[in-house]
């Protein structure tokens, strides 16, 4: 009987101790692998190892054990998280905003200024404040998106086939070789120059499916900003995906 078939199924984690504390490994077997590896998201503050499709759990329990002061560090590391309720501040093109409920009824978000402070204001029960909040986000990056696409269509003569938002978490945008655009929604979360220097990223796109010379030329012609936002992402993406 072949192996597999006698190994009892994997668990879906790992727990190692650290000074107290219970730290929490995904575990994921990936055929292709070639030795186990460990990784920590700075996004999502998730600890991931992956294992070939021949190694012992218990191998892997004690690789990650011996790991464990490195995933600690790396968790501490990990921006607190900022959920989309009341009182929370967030960013919004770069500018930050203070989730503020001015009645129960239903109603839509507005951007206002209160006592010289930028404001959301909602008109909800509390329990729908995050959806409202994530919904109107995802209106102004695809009213933001859809402006700066004309503008550089206009100048490039071509345009995408579609254009998607999505919440992805290692891409902020990407074209596809039909010609389709998918932006992260949190783009709006950063400074306008960083939007707009990915739009015209992906623009480039249409016309060079690659990352050559000639490409970054027509990037740069494009965007003259595109250095400073290639550096703003550098430094502060990861901290978008800390909110909501």
Same mark, same amino acid.
């Not at 892997?60 to 990990?78: D, M, P």
């Given at each position: ?7 009892? &199924? ?5 727990? $190692?101790?650290?000074?107290? !504390?219970?730290? #929490?490994? !995904? /575990? ?5 692998? #070639?030795?186990?590896? /460990?990784?920590?998201?700075? =996004?999502?503050?998730? +600890?991931?190892?992956?294992? &070939?499709?021949? *190694? =012992? ?6 690789? +990650? ?38 009645? *129960?009824?239903?109603?839509? $978000? ?9 404001? /959301? ?11 409202? $909040?994530?919904? @109107?986000?995802?209106?102004? =990056?695809?009213?933001?998106? *859809? ?17 998607? /938002? ?25 400074? &306008? ?10 623009? !480039? ?9 000639? @490409?970054?030329?027509?990037?740069? =012609? ?19 995906? #800390?909110?909501?």
């Amino acid at each position: 009987m072949p192996l597999a078939l006698l190994r009892r &199924p994997d668990p879906d984690h790992l727990e $190692v101790q650290h000074e107290g !504390a219970s730290l #929490r490994i !995904a /575990l994921r077997r990936r055929p292709t692998a #070639r030795r186990i590896t /460990l990784r920590v998201s700075a =996004a999502t503050g998730e +600890a991931v190892i992956t294992l &070939p499709s021949r *190694t =012992a759990i218990n191998t892997a329990q004690r690789f +990650a054990a011996s790991h464990a002061e490195w995933i600690a560090a790396r968790l501490a590391r990990v921006p607190t998280r900022v959920l989309f309720e009341l009182g929370a501040s967030l960013p919004l093109r770069g500018e930050p905003h203070r989730i503020s409920q001015r009645g *129960t009824r239903s109603g839509p $978000v507005r951007i206002e200024p209160v006592e010289g402070e930028a404001v /959301l204001s909602v008109s909800c029960d509390a329990a729908h404040v995050a959806r409202r $909040v994530r919904d @109107f986000l995802a209106r102004e =990056a695809k009213r933001d998106l *859809t402006e700066a696409i004309e503008r550089y269509a206009a100048r490039l003569g071509q345009r995408p086939v579609r254009v998607t /938002l999505r919440d992805t978490r290692s891409r902020w945008g990407s074209c596809t070789a039909r010609g389709e655009l998918n932006f992260s929604w949190r783009l709006i979360l950063a400074p &306008p120059m960083v939007l707009d220097y990915l739009v015209a990223h992906e623009m !480039a796109h249409l016309r060079e499916m690659n990352h050559s010379p000639r @490409f970054w030329a027509l990037v740069q =012609a494009l965007c003259p900003n595109t250095d400073a936002a290639e550096a703003w992402l550098k430094r502060h993406g990861t901290g978008l995906h #800390r909110y909501g």
